[in-house]
């Protein structure tokens, strides 16, 4: 299988949209965009695509955070990640401010009273690392190395800009135990698990737990 | 408001919201010294900060933040436009 690696553009802004949600939901029917800002789907694609058109690097709105795959000029797989912090403001603050300005005020009526659940599970980035942000590939793609591919090179592409970094992060729900082998095939080591008390979470978010992987690079 | 009015006040709008009144802003506090900010209690944090302070912050504003001493300085430059 012929395959092309190349960076993402704003064209391939729809593609990155059903990416993003697929990888939220992580297998299963939970979008948070949608449990926790009360937001239909259709309108969450709507507000992902307007935060991708912002053009705003490093975080996991990013468009110059994605390597995608191509076969055959269609999109077949594609890899998120980017130096966590490299112009001194951290992805979650970058995120926080793409949603914030986004989204329409009703969506932040409520979040206060979501926000001891949620933070159950969260787990700080740390500065001038690789950070995963998400890895897809279509299912009529899978199970041809595609992951390790997309991964090598966006970290590959990543160090050659930013030679002192030698880590890679990348967090992981706990339910998710193919994407778990997946990195664990890579090299990736558990080096933390956050499991939430309040089960109530998995109203809200796909799974009650959480890893933290780490790969030496 | 002048400066030490807005300092305060934002102090306390932190303590609120990251429930520590114990905790001290320091113009250079960013988001990797204080537990439990993620990016919903930033969004949290933004929106009490806009509506106490009666202002709104463009995007291109709100990017620029790296320090509270940062964010000191936008509200009161936004508080005198």
Redesign the interface.
């Known amino acids: 299988m012929e395959i092309t690696i190349r960076n993402a553009t704003l064209g391939d802004i729809p593609f990155l949209v059903e990416t993003i949600i697929e990888a939220e939901k992580s297998g299963t029917p939970i979008l948070s965009y949608t449990t926790i800002f009360g937001l239909i789907e259709e309108d969450v694609k709507k507000y992902i695509a307007l935060m991708l058109e912002e053009e705003i690097d490093g975080c996991e709105l990013s468009i110059s955070a994605f390597l995608l795959a191509e076969f055959r000029g269609e999109t077949i797989g594609a890899v998120c990640a980017w130096v966590e912090g490299l112009e001194g403001v951290s992805s979650t603050i970058l995120k926080g401010n793409l949603l914030r300005f986004t989204l329409p005020q009703h969506c932040f009526e409520s979040i206060s009273l979501l926000n001891h659940l949620i933070r159950e599970l969260h787990i700080d980035y740390i500065a001038d690392t690789i950070q995963i942000g998400l890895v897809y590939v279509a299912e009529k793609a899978r199970g041809q190395g595609l992951v390790q591919k997309l991964l090598s090179k966006k970290i590959e592409q990543l160090k050659q800009a930013n030679l002192k970094i030698n880590d890679a992060y990348v967090q992981v729900f706990g339910h998710n135990f193919a994407a778990i082998k997946s990195y664990e095939k890579l090299g990736f080591e558990t080096i933390e698990y956050k499991i939430a008390r309040n089960k109530e979470i998995t109203n809200y978010l796909p799974s009650d737990s959480k890893l933290l992987m780490k790969l030496n690079i | 408001m002048n400066n030490l009015q807005v300092f305060e006040k934002l102090t306390s709008l932190f303590q609120e919201v990251f429930e520590n009144p114990n905790l001290v802003l320091s113009e250079k506090l960013?988001?990797?010294d204080v537990d439990?900010?993620?990016?919903?209690?930033?969004?949290?944090l933004?929106?009490e900060i806009e509506t106490q302070f009666d202002i709104k912050?463009?995007?291109k504003e709100?990017?620029k933040?790296?320090n509270v001493g940062d964010l000191l300085g936008a509200i009161t430059f936004k508080l005198s436009e």
């Open positions: 960013t988001a990797n439990n900010w993620d990016s919903l209690t930033h969004m949290i933004i929106t912050f463009k995007l709100l990017n933040m790296k």
